[in-house]
Nanobody, 116 residues
Framework: QVQLVESGGGLVQPGGSLTLSCAASGFTFSSYAMSWYRQAPGKERELVAFITTGGSSTNYADSVKGRFTISRDNAKNTVHLQMNSLKLEDAAVYYC?????????WGQGTLVTVSS
């Protein structure tokens, strides 16, 4: 079955950096676009970044443009989210996601805490 396993979350100070990773299995990873979402307490889940199958095209939420970079390694079935210049408002649970056949699958999430 499809599995998405995120890692790399943690506590970071404002201005710091983190790299999240998502290991995918159970489907042909290179055939699907991948996304990172996040959900902060009391807020709706929001799309953070999107990458096409080959990685040639990416898209970002306005709030993270210029600070976050999504990338993928199709040989290793992984997708990453490099997060720089982190702000307090970036604190959330971050989810890796794939949409296949009209159904969206989520990982379990990884918590990012931004605090001084």
């Amino acid at each position: 079955q499809v599995q998405l396993v995120e890692s790399g979350g943690g506590l970071v100070q404002p201005g710091g950096s983190l790299t999240l990773s998502c290991a995918a299995s159970g489907f042909t990873f290179s055939s699907y676009a991948m996304s990172w979402y996040r959900q902060a307490p009391g807020k709706e889940r929001e799309l953070v970044a999107f990458i096409t199958t080959g990685g040639s095209s990416t898209n970002y939420a306005d709030s993270v443009k210029g600070r976050f970079t999504i990338s993928r390694d199709n040989a290793k079935n992984t997708v990453h989210l490099q997060m720089n210049s982190l702000k307090l408002e970036d604190a959330a649970v971050y989810y890796c996601s794939v949409a296949r056949g009209g159904r969206r699958t989520w990982g379990q999430g990884t918590l990012v805490t931004v605090s001084s």
